[in-house]
């Protein structure tokens, strides 16, 4: 058992489907229940031989819904466990993340975005954010969102949404696209190989009532008070969550006068365009969020009241931007630049945006991607 | 340095292999590199492309939209990719299997007839590599002798085959 693949630090160039899935391995991911989908395929691909290595279980499960409650029990047993998809099957998952929400336990899920609306394409998109941000499935709740923008992230991300995820008990995802899951760069596992006998044992999980009183893991509360107490303390749970794990990287921002908000792909593009625009002596800086949710509000708050311009890139149409615009309340000009469908934009249009943005030359109706708020 | 390269052919002629092995032998070099593949579904046949950048400084965008240099082993990959070259970029083609010339003056052309020569070693399957050391040999971005070293990382278990991945690469240099 426990067969280290990589050595802590060494680099290794693989493709970032594959660094996720190794990182879900190193970081105690024991199961894994899946249904193919492009562009995610190296995740099942490859944990259905690499879990063997390490004594744990392997489904491609009849479909996504049926992937998605085998994650439920697999949970509810205390393991760590695994599922990854594209959008479309994210949507059918989301009956059983709402109920994973509703009965607490730590799952991890991963959405390599294409491009949509319904069956859509196989390239590289964001247009998942609200599915993702906003729960996707029914009743109120919430989900941890990390987003990677590089292979390296694609490789160390999962063990902090397996922490994450164990601490809070809470479904925890790593939302990206399949430009990252495709894409190889150098890798280096930056966290030590997870002993699963030495995780902490965890209070509500199955595993067998002898010599203790039973445990019952449900989501149906017919008594609405005992449903809204429930509501109660998952938004308690919630708020702190909200308080304590907002990630973010800020780049260039001190003496910014435009700022860009993108994550994931589009963040890298627009380090590329910022490089440009500095060179021309425009000052430009990036706001990366790391976790969407979490969103990093307050960030987006200060730097709206200290910096004029505020520009969403984003490879969606007009999803991020909803969120800035509503914690930069006003306080800063919101421009919004956008490419779906599967179209990644690259830095000379986005430099082109980024000047237009900073002479405000944007006409009303006129057809453009960018759009004045 | 920085170096942004597409390579491109049909499935089968090893482009996406022939990439990561560019990639693997920056990354042994201390360097920054992105890989990023895009092919059909089939197995055979069908078109393969993958853009490689390799760069001294960290690397933000992994697309490549105007390559530096363009390494065309059909005919529609010269057909797709030449118009995209950098002004002064390098073309290198494959000559064994394009017949036309390139239409542009204001790059750089070598042909290299890579199925042939790689008959000559024993494979035409070591074409790939016939091309990779025209470009190493050219471009200085790797060096022909840590292209070599990576050759046991990128094909492990097919050891077989080393010596003559290695007189490819070797032919192909000579033709810089």
Known sequence: ??????????????????????????????????????????????????????????????????????????????????????????????????????AELPIF?????????????????????????RGGGHGDYR????????????????????????????????????????????????FDWVDISKIPSKDYILNGCKGRERRVIN???????VLEKHNWHLFEKYNKIAANEIRFEERYTDDAELIIVAYGTAARIAVDAIVKARK?????????PITLWPFPEDVVAKLAERVGKILVVEMSLGQLVEDVRMFANGKSEIYFYGRPGGVVPNPEEVLGVIKRAMKSNIKAGEFCHLKKL | ??????????????????????ATTAMTENKHCTHFPSYGAEMRGGTANCSIIVSTDEIASPIVNE??????????????FEPKLKKGGLLIYNSSLISKKPSRSDIEIIAVPANEIAEQIGTTKCA???????????????????????????????????DINKSALDEGAKLK
Not at chain 1, 110 to 128: E, V
Not at chain 1, 152 to 166: C, H, I, R, T, W
Not at chain 2, 1 to 22: D, H, T, W, Y
């Open chain 1, 280 to 288: 021309e002596g425009i000052k430009v800086g990036l706001l990366r």
């Open chain 2, 128 to 162: 790939n590599m016939v091309v990779m050391g025209t470009y190493a040999a050219k471009t200085n971005a790797v060096s022909i002798d840590a292209i070599k070293a990576s050759l046991s990382v990128v094909f492990a278990g097919k050891d077989k085959f080393l």
């Open chain 1, 109 to 133: 899920y991963a959405n390599m975005i294409r491009g949509g609306p319904g069956l859509g394409n196989i390239a590289p998109c964001q247009g998942d954010y609200f599915q993702a941000t």
């Open chain 2, 1 to 22: 340095m920085r170096q942004e390269v597409i390579i491109s052919g049909f499935g089968g002629q090893g482009v996406i292999k022939a990439g990561v092995l560019l």
């Open chain 1, 219 to 225: 989501t149906l509360h017919m008594d609405v008070d």
């Open chain 1, 143 to 190: 989900v941890i969102v990390l987003a990677p923008n590089s292979v390296q992230e694609m490789g160390n991300f999962p063990k902090l949404v397996y922490d994450l995820a164990d601490k809070y008990r809470i479904p925890a995802m790593i939302l990206a696209d399949g430009l990252l899951g495709q894409m190889m760069e150098p890798v280096s596992f930056d």
């Open chain 1, 1 to 102: 058992m426990g067969i280290e693949k990589y050595k802590k630090g060494t680099k290794v160039l693989i493709k970032g489907n594959e660094a996720m899935a190794e990182g879900a391995v190193r970081a105690g991911c024991r199961f894994f229940g899946g249904y193919p989908i492009t562009p995610q395929n190296e995740v099942p691909e490859y944990l259905s031989w690499r879990l063997f290595e390490v004594g744990g279980t392997f489904i491609q499960a009849e479909s996504e819904v049926a992937a998605i409650n085998m994650l439920y029990g697999a949970s509810a047993c205390g393991t760590r466990s695994m599922t990854s998809s594209s959008g479309c099957g994210i949507s059918l998952k989301q009956e059983g993340i709402s109920y994973i929400a509703s």
């Open chain 2, 67 to 80: 390559p530096d240099t363009v390494i065309a082993m059909n005919e529609p990959s010269l057909d797709k």
